[in-house]
């Protein structure tokens, strides 16, 4: 679905992504996790066109996507639910959602409204409320279900729980759990270490602008080193 390679990405003369190779596969729920500043942002954003790379290649299911613009890739089946929710303060949740439905046909978006308010019943339940109203849980909320209603072939997640409460962090990720399940491509990019690799078949670690390590989420999660930087355990 998604292949990385060499991907460098520049802010003027700071290079915060320093030659990155990643691959998600279809159906397949990755996390890239790491410290603040380590380039997970900055390599979200390059894959979704809302930054240009300096070196290396974006690859959406064999499509090199180098040239293309954020909405391009949007039409292709990508879709990024960004760092802050980005969702419209002064639409109510159901034009928040239609709105994510913008470029598809309007009898298979009802379909999906369906199916989005079943995964969210809280939406449902605030459907006339306007987004700047909702908590930030359901702003998170909204602005997921905003991005399934494209019925995205591949969906990018920037740290979704941050700021949340750990009962909505929790249902947050029930929520990216139960998109996986209906065959939704993730790639989730979240300071929750522990509860990112518990979701997740496969994990980057991010450090410096570089891939430190990758493999499987399971794996990484027992590897000492990640404990102690990520999860705050103390060295053997």
């Not at 978006?109 to 449902?124: F, Q, S």
């Not at 999660?221 to 404990?227: K, M, T």
């Amino acid at each position: 679905m998604l292949e990385i390679s060499g991907l460098r990405v520049a802010y003027g003369g700071i290079v915060a992504v320093k030659g990155v190779d990643l691959r998600v596969d279809a159906g397949e729920l990755v996390c890239v996790i790491g410290a603040n500043g380590a380039g997970k942002t900055t390599t979200l954003k390059a894959i979704a066109g809302l930054l240009p790379s300096t070196a290396g290649s974006i690859r959406l299911q064999g499509e090199d996507t180098a040239g293309l613009a954020s909405h391009q890739l949007a039409s292709r089946g990508l879709a990024l639910v960004p760092e802050g929710r980005g969702i419209f303060g002064r639409l109510t949740v159901m034009e928040n959602l239609e709105m994510g439905a913008y470029l598809r046909e309007r009898g298979a978006a009802r379909r999906d409204l369906d199916r989005v308010l079943a995964l969210m019943p809280r939406l449902a339940e605030r459907r006339r409320q306007t987004g700047g109203t909702l908590s930030g849980g359901e702003q998170q909320m909204l602005a997921i279900g905003r991005a399934l209603m494209g019925r995205p072939k591949l969906l990018l997640l920037d740290e979704p729980s941050m700021g949340l409460a750990p009962a909505m962090v929790q249902k947050i990720f029930e929520i990216i759990l139960g998109a996986a399940r209906e065959g939704v491509t993730i790639l989730l990019v979240e300071q929750n270490a522990r509860l990112a690799l518990e979701l997740a078949s496969r994990a980057y670690v991010m450090e410096g602008g570089n891939i430190a390590l990758s493999g499987e989420a399971r794996a990484l999660l027992a590897d000492p080193r990640v404990r102690e930087a990520y999860l705050g355990e103390p060295a053997a």
